[in-house]
């Protein structure tokens, strides 16, 4: 079936760090993928998006590559912020004639940084 | 676009009381998803609807949980009675078929406390 999986957190870095979050999929055909980013005490937001392999979903620094090959779509941010702190989830939408319409999503990675 | 809209942002009840959670989802979305996190189960998706039918529901936990979508632009979540494990924040998102790769748009949440 589809899946999800991300790196396990928290992730701790300092500010102006270099971050990554693993994210690997499995699904049948040529899924949607996601990224949603959940600050404290709100709702997930669309952080960023591809809908087909190799292209490249970015947003406010953040950016992530549909890779199909390996099956995963990393995120990345060159320097990060202490207001980068959030729990960040990796998603998928099944796609073509297989889409129900539902997200499936990974358990979600925390991120704190420091100043 | 107001976005999704849910009501209350939060609700303290004590056990065995009935609890109604609204949403309001974002105008010309045809699929509205009910989900519920925790710390223990994280993000789970309990029922979603397409053009107000019901589609799965068996995210469910028991039958003391409802959902109903009367019309394109108002849903409710009922718990009767409620139970101290059902204390979570429950969050509504919207999505539309229209768009590539069906991205879902969350509401705040409300946060449910059962005592």
């Known amino acids: 079936g589809n899946s999800v999986t991300q790196m396990e957190g928290p992730v701790t870095l300092s500010e102006e760090a270099f971050l990554t979050i693993n994210c690997t999929y499995t699904?049948?055909?040529?899924?949607?993928l996601f990224w949603y980013v959940q600050y404290p005490g709100e709702g997930l937001q669309l952080l960023l998006k591809?809908?087909?392999?190799?292209d490249k979903g970015s947003n406010k620094g953040f950016e992530a590559t549909y890779r199909k090959e390996t099956t995963s779509f990393h995120l990345e941010k060159g320097s990060v912020q202490v207001s980068d702190s959030a729990v960040y989830f990796c998603?998928?939408?099944?796609?073509?004639?297989?889409?129900?319409?539902?997200?499936?999503f990974g358990q979600g990675t925390t991120l704190q940084v420091k100043p | 676009d107001a976005g999704v809209i849910q009501s209350p942002r939060h609700e303290v009840t004590e056990m065995g009381q009935e609890v109604t959670l609204r949403c309001k989802p974002i105008?010309?979305?045809?699929?509205l998803f009910w989900y519920r996190q925790t710390m223990m189960r994280g993000l789970e998706l309990l029922i979603y609807?397409?053009?107000?039918?019901?589609?799965?529901d068996s995210g469910m936990p028991e039958d003391r949980f409802s959902a109903k979508m009367p019309n394109a632009s108002f849903s409710t979540l009922k718990i009767q009675p409620s139970e101290p494990r059902d204390s979570a924040v429950y969050f509504c998102?919207?999505?539309?078929?229209?768009?590539?790769?069906?991205?879902?748009?969350f509401g705040p949440g409300t946060r449910l406390t059962v005592t």
């Open positions: 998102a919207s999505s539309a078929s229209s768009g590539r790769g069906y991205e879902q748009y």
């Open positions: 699904a049948t055909g040529y899924p949607s």
């Open positions: 591809a809908t087909k392999a190799d």
């Open positions: 998603a998928l939408s099944r796609g073509g004639s297989g889409n129900t319409g539902k997200l499936i």
């Open positions: 105008s010309g979305h045809d699929y």
């Open positions: 609807f397409n053009n107000n039918v019901p589609i799965d």
